[in-house]
């Protein structure tokens, strides 16, 4: 019995925006041409400040928003653990990073919209419920969630070319502390980069 209180008061907290350890798991999908060999740790890469693919994140003609920047200083951390360094500003590297992020308001249940990833223009649709609409509904109408999604493209600078590519997706309540910018960023950004560069073209759910 009292594990099913304890059980029954989790799910109670869920409802209302998350036990507190909870974290949801994230869906992410990378794809890569061949396995980046040659990214030896020490090369240097630069970050492209225009958000990749979502214009409605900049301020004003140039200025990345501020959530932008949480998940440009999440996914930097994360090349840095591959042993990666950014170059000094105005420098050169052979690699160029563009980063961008969406969040999208939904009710839970609701299915989302298809996401196409894929390097160098070969794209690859995936549509699955890994994460997604999970919650306890105990009354009230349908619950608010929010689609977090991180997007992130690795090029050669000199020659524009995709060299690794990846999405990672996750389903939180809009007012669980995981959706707060700066955990969303560090979580996603976390799961996108694990076990790097990843299996081409496969979608895994991590917790």
């Given at each position: 019995?009292?594990?099913?209180?304890?059980?029954?008061?989790?799910?109670?907290?869920?409802?209302?925006?998350?036990?507190?350890?909870?974290?949801?798991?994230?869906?992410?999908?990378?794809?890569?041409?061949?396995?980046?060999?040659?990214?030896?740790?020490?090369?240097?890469?630069?970050?492209?400040?225009?958000?990749?693919?979502?214009?409605?994140?900049?301020?004003?003609?140039?200025?990345?928003?501020?959530?932008?920047?949480?998940?440009?200083?999440?996914?930097?951390?994360?090349?840095?653990?591959?042993?990666?360094?950014?170059?000094?500003?105005?420098?050169?590297?052979?690699?160029?990073?563009?980063?961008?992020?969406?969040?999208?308001?939904?009710?839970?249940?609701?299915?989302?919209?298809?996401?196409?990833?894929?390097v160098g223009g070969s794209t690859g649709g995936y549509r699955s419920g890994v994460g997604l609409g999970i919650g306890i509904?105990?009354?009230?109408?349908?619950?608010?969630?929010?689609?977090?999604?991180?997007?992130?493209?690795?090029?050669?600078?000199?020659?524009?070319?995709?060299?690794?590519?990846?999405?990672?997706?996750?389903?939180?309540?809009?007012?669980?502390?995981?959706?707060?910018?700066?955990?969303?960023?560090?979580?996603?950004?976390?799961?996108?980069?694990?076990?790097?560069?990843?299996?081409?073209?496969?979608?895994?759910?991590?917790?």
């Open positions: 019995m009292r594990h099913l209180s304890a059980a029954l008061l989790c799910a109670a907290a869920l409802a209302l925006g998350g036990c507190a350890t909870a974290v949801p798991p994230v869906e992410v999908t990378r794809f890569h041409a061949a396995a980046p060999a040659g990214w030896a740790p020490g090369t240097r890469y630069t970050v492209d400040t225009a958000p990749l693919g979502d214009a409605a994140a900049m301020v004003g003609a140039s200025q990345p928003s501020l959530e932008w920047s949480s998940y440009r200083t999440a996914v930097e951390q994360q090349l840095q653990r591959q042993g990666l360094v950014a170059a000094p500003d105005g420098a050169r590297a052979p690699l160029k990073v563009r980063i961008g992020f969406d969040r999208i308001d939904r009710e839970s249940g609701a299915r989302r919209s298809p996401v196409s990833v894929g509904n105990l009354g009230g109408g349908p619950r608010k969630v929010q689609d977090l999604q991180l997007a992130v493209r690795i090029d050669d600078s000199a020659s524009g070319q995709a060299l690794w590519e990846g999405r990672a997706l996750a389903a939180v309540p809009v007012k669980a502390p995981a959706s707060q910018p700066s955990l969303a960023a560090a979580k996603l950004a976390e799961a996108l980069f694990k076990d790097f560069p990843g299996e081409s073209g496969r979608t895994i759910s991590v917790k």
